[in-house]
């Protein structure tokens, strides 16, 4: 997914069994706890609000673009009212505190509510273009830097675009971990909506947030109008932060529809921690 793009989210959240289950009951919430804190234990401030609760890196074996090592967290907006969420840099830094090279977090979707998490995924074309050679285990941690988009909440703000039909179907003869997710997004709205596209990100069984899937849906959706779309993985593709002996276990996945609009290069301030 082009770090060029920016995000608005409804979401809807269903329990799935990974291997040979079908969705439960709807309406869990949004997952709890932080089961892999920041240095020290504690959220890290971003400012306007934001919080970094959690980052770790993965091995991406399967990546639409390139294989390799990829960044994984969630932020969440620590105040009363909706916010626009940050890129996040991490500056990779060896043994001895030089740096190696950056990757930029990009949050699955700019419109936060208040109180609410999003997702964050740098994945290995970002690793490959702006941290070349490095790999996992290579550094030993990460300055950390919020960088802002210049985006607006009237840009973002998903209001009135519905997710229906939502189905998830898995395909054991493809195995193990391979699924689709499929449905249609409604346009409430009383105008038509240039751009805009449909992610699952999906959680461990433990609260994690593991990866995501997302798809364009057709373009432009008139007022009134429904346009259908489908997500898949093969052999847990989507997944890669989940490690192996997770992949037996129940894992839940959050629907967001994401208003697709482009934006400059993001604006990065000194690190932060």
């Known amino acids: 997914m082009s770090s060029l793009l920016r995000w608005g989210l409804v979401s809807v959240v269903l329990i799935v069994i990974a291997q040979g289950g079908v969705p439960v009951a ?67 830094l060896d043994h001895a505190g030089a740096a190696l090279g950056f990757v930029d977090a990009m949050p699955l979707a700019h419109y936060v509510p208040a109180g609410e998490r999003v997702p964050i995924f740098a994945d290995a074309t970002n690793f490959d273009h702006n941290a070349p050679g490095v790999v996992l285990g290579r550094w030993r941690g990460e300055s950390i830097a919020r960088c802002d988009t210049g985006l607006t909440l009237a840009e973002v703000d998903p209001t009135g675009l519905e997710i229906r039909g939502e189905r998830y179907q898995e395909y054991p003869e493809l195995g193990p971990g391979s699924f689709t997710i499929d449905g249609a997004v409604v346009n409430n709205t009383a105008a038509e909506v240039p751009h805009l596209d449909v992610a699952a990100a999906f959680y461990a069984a433990d609260g994690r947030f593991v990866g995501f899937d997302s798809e364009w849906v057709a373009l432009p959706t008139a007022a009134g109008a429904s346009a259908p779309f489908v997500l898949d993985a093969h052999q847990f593709s989507a997944l890669p932060g989940l490690r192996p002996e997770e992949r037996g276990q129940p894992f839940t996945y959050r629907l967001m529809v994401r208003r697709d609009q482009r934006f400059q290069p993001a604006v990065c301030g000194a690190p932060i921690a």
Not at 46 to 56: A, W
Request: net charge negative.
């Open 26 to 92: 709807a309406g869990q919430a949004a997952p709890g706890g932080s089961p892999i804190a920041t240095p020290g234990g504690t959220p890290v401030a971003l400012g306007d609000g934001f919080e970094l609760l959690y980052r770790y890196a993965a091995e991406d074996l399967a990546g639409a673009l390139l294989n390799g090592p990829v960044m994984l967290g969630e932020l969440r907006n620590a105040t009363d009212r909706p916010a626009v969420a940050p890129v996040v840099r991490f500056t990779l």
